[in-house]
């Protein structure tokens, strides 16, 4: 193990620096939006948001000023210091709010949006400023796409290894083009048309649905926002179920669905090959494991007999757990009735859905449906295998994007991912039940932060120990990276002090 | 004299007691967190929910959707003071057009709602409004009226600001100083 040196360290100082002067340009909207509403307070806060940003970015990129190249190994490392550093300076306008229970509350708050997941820890949520909220959906939005995907967008000009390894590092291992900047801008321009048609559309149903035509502009585009980075994050305590409404019900479906398909799949559609969306391994993953996962919570619904009839049965059921295998986190429940009226069975198949989760390359969470298409696909493969001649060569073909033959690297690199989120799964809810909560309701949380979820059983509160806001917190963070980002900033640490 | 006075209202207050009796039991005032909690045995009865009006009302037609809080904002937010006191929580309620319009301001960051008191039928999964959990009010009264509510700059906010503008000034000129094309 070789200790970093200096030039090393200074080099992702410099990209680390880039990524939180993006940060900073992010804050230009909610102070935008506080201005116009006159939230003074508000905006003072995101001013002193944005300043903190731009003097950690100006001054890490003056202090390491190097002009070396990013090589691939420091990419992972600028990926993780640079969420490291986005959260802290994020959670600045929530503790200036007043509306945070402290530190620990307001870093969780703004992981949980950086990810995608979607719980909150924020408390009067139904008072903040339209400031505020907007920024609770910028950061979900924008975590969607990745905030480095964000810099690489705007801040960056390079093409080489380092800089495809900041890209991959926040778990988009897809390149739509030879040039990961173009990818980069290529996932912007999907995001964007589906903005302006989600968010259009949105709003003309929160306008017939009764709301104030600045009202139903904010709620079209901050519930677009929540729903297409599978965030969850809603604009009103009572999350979705405070619309009532069948057909805003079906766009969000529509949207978040949108968003948790690959950007590749986007891409392949965008550009005229419609059929990858019935061809690709994840989409067909997907579309099976749902079925399941419906099935279950049906099973354990009919047995509650909550519902008073098919239409509200069906309608409740596919939209939850919709919500829950897209890792969106939205609900037409209130949380506690996940306990008090659905039951352990129906839970135990939002549990499934939400380990499962939807597609690579996505703003989705969770194990991800390629991953579970690719063991199935090699289980099945095993099994011809016994059942074939020792003579027979037996291959398996998947297709994503192109068809390709399975191979044991894919296979294996599937598995140790899988293997590793279970784990956390498991350590996560062991966690909950040691502090004292049931274990069904311990692993839904659990697996809901770690999965970037966001769907909550109520067992998250502001009077949750911070132990375990920490651990959850934590858990969002190495769910959205996979792992391997963060791995490599410990390791990049442990090299630093232990290498030679 | 006075005996016989204190007697009058001794049996006045006796039988006001008596007719308010039967509907003392028949409006149980269960909180939000009551009704999500054991919502099979509230399923169906007559309650009586006071709370915040929240964001607005939601016109369908011949009907309306209000979102009234019974949480401790209700009574003052964190803009006026208050303190944190946990998540909000509340109910939806659907209520008939003309008893909507007696709700006038509704709580967001620039306003408390008014606080309305609902009386109605409690539906653990309504069959008319596709299982959502609701209250069909058959009685509404504004018990306070709502206001605006202000949130002004505080001193040290200001300083703060001035603070990190020098210093992003400061960083950003040596970063322009430090600068070479790439």
Not at chain 1, 385 to 407: E, G, Q, T
Not at chain 1, 431 to 456: D, H, K, M, Q, R
Not at chain 2, 4 to 26: E, I, K, M, Q
Request: charged fraction near 15%.
């Amino acid at each position: 193990m070789f200790r970093p040196t200096l030039d090393d360290h200074k080099v992702i100082g410099v990209y680390t620096g880039k990524v939180v002067l993006g940060v900073g340009m992010l804050m230009l909207v909610p102070l935008v939006t506080a201005l116009v509403f006159a939230e003074w307070d508000t905006a003072v806060d995101f001013g002193i948001g944005l300043m903190a940003c731009l003097a950690v970015g100006f001054g890490l990129q003056a202090i390491c000023h190097t002009e070396r190249e990013l090589r691939r190994a420091q990419g992972l490392v600028v990926v993780s210091a640079s969420w490291i550093l986005a959260t802290l300076l994020g959670a600045i306008p929530f503790i200036l709010s007043g509306h945070i229970g402290g530190m620990v509350d307001a870093v969780f708050d703004v992981m949980s949006g950086l990810t995608t997941t979607g719980l909150y820890l924020i408390q009067d949520l139904d008072h903040v400023s339209n400031g505020l909220n907007m920024w609770r959906f910028v950061l979900t939005f924008a975590g969607g796409q990745g905030i480095v995907v964000i810099a690489l967008t705007f801040l960056f000009k390079g093409v080489g290894g380092g800089i495809y390894q900041l890209y991959a590092g926040e778990g988009k291992e897809d390149r739509l083009m030879p040039n990961v900047v173009h990818t980069a801008r290529a996932i912007w321009l999907v995001s964007l048309v589906w903005l302006a048609v989600g968010t259009g559309a949105l709003t003309v149903t929160a306008l017939a649905l009764g709301q104030e035509p600045v009202r139903a502009v904010l709620h079209g585009l901050w519930t677009f926002m929540g729903a297409f980075s599978t965030g969850g994050f809603a604009p009103q305590s009572f999350n979705t179920v405070w619309y009532h409404s069948v057909v805003f019900e079906v766009l969000c479906i529509i949207i978040f669905v949108a968003g948790s398909l690959n950007f590749a799949v986007h891409w392949a559609v965008w550009t005229g090959d419609r059929a990858e969306l019935k061809r690709n391994i994840e989409t067909r993953s997907f579309a099976l494991t749902m079925a399941l996962f419906v099935l279950v919570a049906a099973i354990g619904l009919a047995r509650a007999g909550v519902y008073p009839d098919a239409v509200a049965f069906v309608r409740k059921v596919f939209y939850v757990v919709a919500s829950a295998h897209t890792t969106t986190g939205f609900a037409t429940i209130y949380s506690r009735a996940t306990v008090t009226q659905w039951g352990p069975l129906a839970m135990i198949g939002l549990i499934g859905a939400m380990v499962i989760g939807a597609s690579s390359a996505s703003t989705a969470g969770g194990i991800k449906g390629f991953r579970v298409g690719v063991i199935t696909k090699a289980f099945v493969q095993d099994i011809r295998r016994m059942v074939s001649p020792d003579s027979a060569v037996v291959i398996s073909r998947y297709h994503h994007i192109k068809d390709r033959v399975l191979n044991d690297a894919t296979v294996r690199s599937a598995l140790a991912i899988s293997v590793a989120f279970l784990t956390m799964h498991a350590l996560v809810t062991m966690v909950g039940v040691y502090c004292g909560y049931p274990v069904v309701e311990a692993a839904f949380e659990g697996i809901s932060a770690g999965s970037n979820t966001g769907l909550s059983c109520g067992l998250l509160a502001p009077s949750t120990p911070d132990g375990l806001k920490a651990l959850y917190t934590l858990a969002m963070w190495l769910g959205r990276l996979e792992f391997m980002a963060v791995f490599a900033l410990i390791g990049w640490g442990w090299s630093a002090v232990r290498g030679r | 004299m006075r005996a016989r006075a204190l007697g009058y209202v001794l049996a006045a207050a006796l039988v006001a007691l008596t007719c308010a009796a039967p509907g003392l039991a028949h409006a149980a005032t269960p909180s939000s967190a009551d009704l999500v909690e054991d919502p099979t045995a509230w399923d169906g009865q007559t309650i009586e929910f006071t709370g915040e009006a929240i964001g607005e009302a939601m016109s369908r037609g011949d009907e309306v959707w209000l979102h009234l809080n019974d949480d401790a904002y209700a009574r003052g937010t964190i803009e006026e003071g208050g303190p944190l006191s946990g998540y909000n929580s509340g109910h939806a309620v659907v209520v008939p057009p003309q008893m909507a319009e007696r709700v006038t301001v509704f709580g967001d960051h620039k306003h408390r709602g008014d606080l309305v008191r609902v009386t109605g039928v409690f539906s653990a999964a309504c069959s008319e409004h596709g299982g959502d959990m609701d209250i069909h009010a058959s009685a509404l009264a504004v018990v306070e009226r709502g206001h605006d509510v202000t949130d002004p700059v505080a001193t040290g906010k200001l300083w703060a600001l001035a603070i990190t503008t020098g210093l992003a000034l400061l960083t950003a000129g040596a970063y322009l100083a430090r600068r070479r094309p790439y």
